[in-house]
């Protein structure tokens, strides 16, 4: 199976980060997780973004903040799908990171989740990678199957407490 690479801009961002890796963990997807910044560190983040589809990856997560410009910096380096992560990291509640990782130009996509939305960034991640992937495609339908039965028990507690 392909990797995920997890990259986050800054070790401040793992709080965050770390939902998405634990819904990898959870579908046993395998996956690297590195600090690589468009800012500090341009060269590395470029170096392992050209390398990415060599070294086994097929998906990746790019978490930021602020002038959050590593999913599309990150993204301008391969052609592998890039996921963007816009983290609430500033006096901005996120909606700085959130524009800074949506807005890319025509041409270099990035997939934007929601300000601080690590987990749907991981579950974009494996629903990619399913695609080529039975296991991972019954791992994922099952867990949406579980998440309904879920809603439906709180719905029977609910409607039985206030429509007697
Ligand atoms: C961004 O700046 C990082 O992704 C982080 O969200 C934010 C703050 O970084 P630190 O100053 O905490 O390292 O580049």
Sequence with gaps: ????????????????VE???GKLVEFGVPYEVHVLSAHRTPAEAAEFSKN???KGFGVIIA????????AGAIAANTT?????????????????????TVQMPSG????????D?????ALLAIQILSVSDETLAKKLSDSR??????????NKAIEAKFNA
């Design 80 to 100: 592998l799908p890039v996921i963007g992560i816009p983290i609430k990291s500033s006096t901005l509640d996120g909606l700085d990171a959130l524009l800074s």
């Design 145 to 154: 199957r579980a998440a309904s039965e879920s809603v439906l028990e709180k």
């Design 117 to 121: 939305g690590a987990e749907n960034a």
């Design 63 to 70: 978490a930021a903040g602020k002038a959050a410009h590593l």
């Design 52 to 54: 990415s589809r060599e």
């Design 19 to 21: 939902k998405a890796i």
């Design 108 to 115: 270099i996509p990035v997939a934007t989740v929601a300000i």
């Design 1 to 16: 199976m392909k990797k995920v690479a997890v990259i986050m801009g800054s070790d401040s961002d793992l709080p965050v």
